[in-house]
């Protein structure tokens, strides 16, 4: 299950955001979204857990919760339109 963690402060780190979702369970991949111009986060990632009850409960924990800060915001990210299936095309 992939989910998107919001409102993280700038000075979170990647390391630190993976360690944080690895205490619910197996974490397939993390990442840290940065900003290409300052090489700074912009405040957001995704998380990707294979077992969805690992991610259900890291989201119930940690939605809310306040890291370095910031009161984060985690939720189950949506799935990008395919753009195949647009009916403006």
């Known amino acids: 299950m992939k989910l998107l963690v919001r409102n993280l402060s700038r000075s979170t780190t990647e390391a630190e955001l993976l360690a944080l979702f690895e205490a619910y369970g197996v974490v397939q991949s993390c990442s840290l979204v940065i900003d290409a111009e300052t090489n700074i986060s912009k405040g957001f990632g995704f998380i990707e857990m294979p077992k969805s009850g690992d991610a259900r409960a890291a989201v119930?924990?940690?939605?809310?919760?306040?890291?370095?800060g910031s009161k984060v915001r985690v939720k189950k990210a949506e799935s990008k339109p395919d753009e195949k299936s647009d009916p403006g095309q």
């Not at 119930?60 to 370095?68: C, M």
């Open 60 to 68: 119930k924990q940690l939605n809310g919760k306040e890291i370095a």
